[in-house]
């Protein structure tokens, strides 16, 4: 799997757009970026994943660069309850012998 | 649905006790895979399993069984359990795909003292 880097902490204002960078530079052309987080210790939580085009579902957008090294996850307007840990990953097939680094965690200030 | 289901979410040992963690699913996901996480760190993959009858070992099997006799339960074994081991335990499983979620279970939170 594609290797993930991610800055360790970010904070956003209440009702701002919280935008978490995520390079994945050696991503091969089949592999998808996904996202998930973590609020405190619950089991991590699928947000969206994309392979090339932008993605928008209810909870978030995905901006994928073009040239797919790198992406942006988009809390158009964050809220206390998004506080957690945000993970960026680029799994191979059926997530096999995938790891989940120390993402970031984010901390929505009131 | 229930999704991914752990059991016990909590539970204490001592040392040199033997215990098993139990994961089910009811999604019929082929893949399955236990992790680890320890506090400040990431989740780091212990062992895993691509379908009934198959498993595998992860970054950090040492001291974890595992066996896959149905697609539903992956259940991890500790066979003589050690204060490192403290953590909590997080069980997951996917569809055998590139473009599926993975679904995690609440967790375990384990002590050995």
């Known amino acids: 799997d594609a290797k993930t880097t991610q800055p360790p902490s970010m904070d956003c204002a209440e009702g701002r757009a919280a935008n978490l960078p995520c390079n994945h530079s050696t991503i091969s052309g089949n592999e998808y970026v996904y996202w998930y987080r973590q609020i405190h210790s619950q089991g991590p939580q699928y947000i969206i994943h994309?392979?090339?085009n932008n993605e928008t579902n209810e909870m978030a957008s995905l901006i994928i660069t073009e040239d797919r090294k790198s992406s942006t996850l988009i809390l158009p307007h964050a809220t206390l309850r998004d506080t957690a840990v945000y993970y960026c990953?680029?799994?191979?097939?059926?997530?096999?012998?995938?790891?989940f680094g120390i993402g970031t965690k984010l901390q929505v200030i009131p | 649905n229930a999704g991914v289901t752990q059991t016990p979410k909590f539970q204490v040992l001592k040392t040199g006790q033997s215990m098993t963690l139990q994961c089910a699913q009811d999604m019929n996901h082929e893949y399955m895979s236990w992790y680890r996480q320890d506090p400040g760190m990431g989740l780091r993959l212990i062992h895993y399993s691509v379908g009934a009858g198959i498993t595998d070992q992860g970054e950090v099997p040492n001291g974890y069984n595992v066996s896959r006799s149905t697609t539903e339960d992956f259940p991890l074994r500790l066979l003589s359990a050690a204060p490192s081991q403290t953590s909590v335990y997080f069980c997951?499983?996917?569809?055998?795909?590139?473009?599926?979620?993975?679904?995690f279970g609440q967790g375990t939170r384990l002590t050995v003292v």
């Open positions: 990953i680029s799994p191979p097939r059926g997530y096999q012998k995938v790891t």
């Open positions: 994309g392979l090339k």
């Open positions: 997951a499983s996917s569809y055998w795909d590139t473009n599926t979620e993975a679904f």
